[in-house]
Structure formats: C-alpha cells, structure tokens
C-alpha cells in the first residue's frame, strides 16, 4: 500500500522560515507527480506546490517566491521550503501522490501542522 508520512509541521514565527518532509513508501516514486496541500480550518484543500516526475514545478499564487519544492527519487523524500511566513500560511499540510491513471488516483499522508504566530 501506499504511505506519505510527513514531518516538520510546527509554530514558527511571523517571517520566518521552516522545511516540510515527506517520505513515502509502497509505489516507484521517480514516476509520479509529487505535491503539497495545505487546509485551513473551513476552508478547501488548496495546492501549494507540485513536481511532476520530470521535474516541472508549479507553485500556487499565494506562495510564488516564497516556496520551494524539491525531491529526491533516491531516497523517496519530497521536501517543502517556506520562507517570510504569514499567518495566512497557517494550516495543515499535506503530502500527495498522484497516480495518472483510469481513473487517476490521489494518495495522501496524515497532516502536519503549520501555526504562523502574529
């Protein structure tokens, strides 16, 4: 089966900076679609950043320049850094793999969570 674990999640303060890691388990990893969601309280899981297998990268708008998104297939870790963090980037984040196939499937780990103090 397929396991995300992810790590890192904490309270950081109001302009700084931390690293998320996600290590994942029971599929080839090189081959698929990599990303990170986040969810706030009421609101709706919302991308953040992803890496396709080839090493695209899209990031959402509301974390371009602040967010990098890295993986290394060797060791089945994706990582997220986030730096100038507001209190709008408090939420939960996710790990996702992302299987294109009929139909596609979606994988996720349990949460870490992220509490950006004001």
């Known amino acids: 089966q397929v396991q995300l674990v992810e790590s890192g999640g904490g309270l950081v303060q109001l302009g700084g900076s931390l690293r998320l890691f996600c290590a994942a388990s029971g599929r080839r990893f090189s081959i698929y679609t990599m990303g990170w969601y986040r969810q706030a309280p009421g609101k709706e899981r919302e991308l953040v950043a992803s890496?396709?297998?080839?090493?695209?990268?899209n990031y959402a708008d509301s974390v371009q320049g602040r967010a990098t998104i890295s993986r290394d297939n060797a060791k089945n870790t994706l990582d997220l850094q986030m730096n100038s963090l507001e209190p709008e980037d408090t939420a939960v984040y996710y790990c996702n793999l992302k299987q294109v196939a009929i139909p596609p499937r979606n994988y996720w780990g349990q949460g870490t969570q992220v509490t950006v103090s004001s």
């Open positions: 890496i396709s297998s080839r090493g695209d990268i």
